[in-house]
């Protein structure tokens, strides 16, 4: 069992910055592809970007392409989302989410943070 619980998120302006954090629970952190998707209003929940268990390899969508870097860091049991030159298009809810076989299937869920990016 994993508990992952996001946090970070705010209201920030267009052009600005954010960085997202994803505290994992327990000692298996490493075992765990992570990811990071978001849900708008109205919208269904999409994919921003994932990483690797080793963290060698990262993907990105092509929305956030350029703009946004995940990282982790095991000694903390954290993933994060670094987020630059935002938009207003990138406001919604944030989760972060845990895979236990590749970065395509997560098996584990964070609550979300909500990030809003005013033009």
């Known amino acids: 069992q994993v508990q992952l619980v996001e946090s970070g998120g705010g209201l920030v302006q267009a052009g600005g910055s954010l960085r997202l954090s994803c505290a994992a629970s327990?000692?298996?952190?490493?075992?765990?592809?992570m990811g990071w998707f978001r849900q708008a209003p109205g919208k269904e929940r999409e994919f921003v970007g994932a990483?690797?268990?080793?963290?060698?390899?990262?993907y990105y969508a092509d929305s956030v392409k350029g703009r946004f870097t995940i990282s982790r860091d095991g000694a903390k049991n954290t993933v994060y989302l670094q987020m630059n030159s935002l938009k207003p298009e990138d406001t919604a809810v944030y989760y972060c989410?845990?895979?236990?076989?590749?970065?395509?299937?997560?098996?584990?869920w964070g609550q979300g943070t909500q990030v809003t990016v005013s033009s």
């Open positions: 327990g000692r298996t952190f490493s075992s765990y592809a």
């Open positions: 990483i690797s268990r080793s963290g060698g390899s990262t």
């Open positions: 989410a845990a895979g236990a076989t590749s970065i395509h299937v997560y098996n584990y």
